[in-house]
């Protein structure tokens, strides 16, 4: 059975806060920092929340078998005004609850140590203004224990996690090279 992963951490976060807060209509795993100029870029139903790793601080190798990474991770908050909920007064509410839940959460996972330095940050902007959206976002560091193998080595990668399928046109950087 595999271990914790980062990937796994998120898929856990996100399906966590999707569970508690029943009302989102988008909670996801993003790539990275939401800002004013992915607005055009991304669709998605809102009240939302968008879950991404923003990298790893520091990692730590206290014993032959793991490492512990301190994982730098943020929830976007996007709100529209709603009949009677302002935009803002809705992320301020969401930024509230996430403020009082993460410091508590462990997200189903045994490998993983509590929140600290919780942040709220508020991402207004003209741009974000003239699109009629609020976002902010909570971020915090939490450390996650990687395992390697039993025999002390890192596991191997499954090759559809960092290669594409032969020949895949979607996947060439330069289909016209090929040609050549």
């Known amino acids: 059975m595999p271990g914790p992963s980062t990937q796994g951490l998120l898929e856990a976060i996100a399906g966590d806060l999707r569970a508690r807060l029943t009302a989102l209509r988008t909670c996801a795993v993003h790539d990275g920092r939401f800002h004013a100029a992915e607005i055009q870029r991304w669709s998605m139903a809102t009240p939302a929340v968008l879950v991404a790793w923003l990298g790893t601080a520091k990692a730590e190798t206290p014993g032959a078998g793991w490492t512990d990474c301190d994982q730098q991770l943020a929830a976007f908050v996007v709100t529209r005004d709603a009949p009677e909920l302002p935009r803002g007064k809705a992320a301020r509410n969401l930024a509230d609850w996430l403020l009082l839940y993460v410091p508590r959460a462990r997200w189903g996972l045994k490998e ?69």
């Open 112 to 180: 993983i140590g509590a929140a600290e330095d919780l942040q709220a940050e508020n991402l207004y902007s003209s741009e974000v203004d003239q699109s009629n959206l609020a976002i902010w976002m909570v971020s915090w560091r939490q450390t996650l224990r990687l395992e390697a193998a039993e025999d002390g080595t890192c596991p191997p990668l499954p090759s559809e996690l960092y290669a594409a399928a032969q020949d895949d046109p979607h996947e060439k950087i330069h289909p016209e090279e090929a040609s050549e």
